[in-house]
């Protein structure tokens, strides 16, 4: 099946500081790609979608300018999240759909788990 | 919005036991829905896939029914294993933005 890598899948970061998280699809282009994050002990909650050559849309109670999403090609979309904070300590996953079916099955990414210290 | 559910949250079984891991959700109006499995901080391992005109599938031991107009779907897993236990998602697929809804988790122990 398809693959969508992400890295990192683990990093430790300064409070204050930003950190960039990956996702690539490796054999299909992705128009579009989802991001999510996962808090200790609940499901997996939509943040935004990646829309590629456009501007990302953020789920309600999500800081655009906190969490800087950037889809520059049909394989690549980045999660930025800037001046992290401890609370910001999560689970992030991305998701590539392949593009054209909307009944196809999502592809996720290994996941990249955060933590601010 | 859609809303899924899973229950039970937690289950703890013998070996060997077959079980029925429950999902529901409150938009009918869905595209697939997909189950997949969760170890500890790690991602996601997709299980099976319903599409929104299918009622079941079936992947070894593990079978998922699809009732889609009373927003149903159950996961069944026969003879569990050790190797089993982990956390089980349900995820729904529909309108408007074509992303998933994650259910809540049933987080699974089976007993040696």
């Known amino acids: 099946g398809a693959v969508v890598s992400q890295h990192p899948s683990w990093v430790i970061c300064k409070s204050g500081t930003s950190v960039k998280i990956e996702c690539r699809s490796l054999d299909f282009q992705a128009t579009t790609m989802f991001w999510y994050r996962q808090f200790p002990k609940q499901s997996l909650m939509l943040m935004a979608t990646s829309n590629e050559g456009s501007k990302a849309t953020y789920e309600q109670g999500v800081e655009k300018d906190k969490f800087l999403i950037n889809h520059a090609s049909l394989t690549l979309s980045t999660l930025t999240v800037t001046s992290a904070h401890p609370e910001d300590s999560s689970f992030y996953i991305c998701?590539?759909?392949?593009?054209?079916?909307?009944?196809?099955?999502?592809?996720f990414g290994q996941g990249t788990r955060l933590t601010v210290v | 919005k859609q809303e899924v559910t899973q229950i039970p949250a937690a289950l703890s079984v013998p070996e060997g036991e077959n079980l029925v891991l429950n999902c529901s959700f409150t938009d009918s109006a869905i595209y697939n829905l997909q189950w997949f499995r969760q170890d500890p901080g790690k991602g996601l391992t997709s299980l099976l896939l319903i599409q929104s005109s299918q009622r079941e599938q079936t992947s070894g031991r593990l079978n998922a029914s699809l009732d889609k107009s009373s927003g149903r779907s159950t996961l069944y897993i026969a003879a569990s294993q050790p190797g089993d236990s982990a956390t089980y998602l349900c995820?729904?697929?529909?309108?408007?933005?074509?992303?998933?809804?994650f259910g809540t988790g049933t987080s699974l122990t089976v007993i040696p």
């Open positions: 998701s590539a759909p392949q593009p054209g079916l909307k009944n196809t099955e999502a592809f």
């Open positions: 995820a729904v697929k529909g309108l408007p933005g074509n992303q998933f809804y």
